[in-house]
């Protein structure tokens, strides 16, 4: 082969987005498995499944091993110590770990439809990160899906919400998806439970802020770091499609008044880059307390 077909090679293979999936979890090891279950059967498998596991016990290992032993795709477990809710903490030892060159971030009570890893592959493009949607299930039926352990929702499902997000369709995706603008706050309107980025750029901002501890206002803070990077917004809809066993909301923890200065004074001076004890750099350096491949 040729030097310049070497570098055409080169060239494509940088913008084609080869996914490992990170789910985040926290215990509620039949829900857990459920997720692991549509996230091994899809039309395209991701490179690999890492768990972020924020202090778990014994029975989410357990569920993990099992399906390590049903499938070809590798799954790791990244456990940390059960010091409260650190899911950021999490998300960061996760990613470290990661082979591939783009990460799509589940949430561990959402599950996925057979094309979630091929649509976002399709939608992952340099320059800007995917936010995708979730439809909403009520408890009955996430109990009679886990029950039948049939995934298959539409928008006339009884104890549907957010039903118009049911419907996969490409060219309904093509009408509703969207790019932001360049330096968009992004608001409250983003939802770590699914989202795709490639892994150049959360180094680029040195990943999830770690001096969030508790419940609240995380990811609209890494997509907002994202934005000032440079790095646009695309709202995926219709596509990349997740769907979430919804449960009580959980209320946002009272920061106290000198959070916002805690924020600022982990964060380098060109706004979006975390300093590196507080950031994916410290997941590198010192790693999740257990590992289990």
Known sequence: MSQNNVSQSN?????????????????KPELFKFVLETAVKQTVPP????????????????VTREMRAKTSIPIIHAWQEDRGFRL???????????????????????YVNEHFIEDHIKAAKRGR??????????????????????????????????IFYAIRSPLLSAVFSKTGEKYERTGNKIAGANLGFWLDDVKKVN???????????????????????GILRYRLRHLGMAYHFKHKDRPCID???????????AIEENGYTMKEE??????YREGADRIER
Do not use: M, Q, W
């Not at 501890?213 to 995380?218: K, T």
């Open 11 to 27: 060239r494509a293979n940088e913008s084609t987005a080869i996914p490992s999936l990170v789910i985040t979890t926290y215990n």
């Open 47 to 62: 490179k690999e499944i890492i768990i972020a596991d924020d202090g778990s016990e014994e029975a989410n290992f357990e």
């Open 278 to 283: 507080y950031g994916l750099t410290r997941a």
């Open 207 to 229: 990943g999830f802020n770690e001096v969030f501890e508790g419940y609240g206002g995380d990811d609209e803070e890494f997509t907002d770091r994202l934005s000032l990077a």
């Open 88 to 110: 950021n903490r999490s998300r960061n030892n996760a990613i470290a770990l990661s082979t591939g060159n783009y990460i799509v971030l589940l949430d561990g009570d959402c």
């Open 255 to 265: 920061r106290g008044a000198d959070f916002d200065k805690r924020v600022a004074a």
């Open 129 to 162: 990160f995917v936010a995708g949607t979730r439809v909403h299930l009520n408890p009955n039926r996430r109990d009679h899906i886990l029950a039948t352990r049939n995934p298959r929702v539409t928008c006339f499902t009884p104890g549907v919400s957010k």
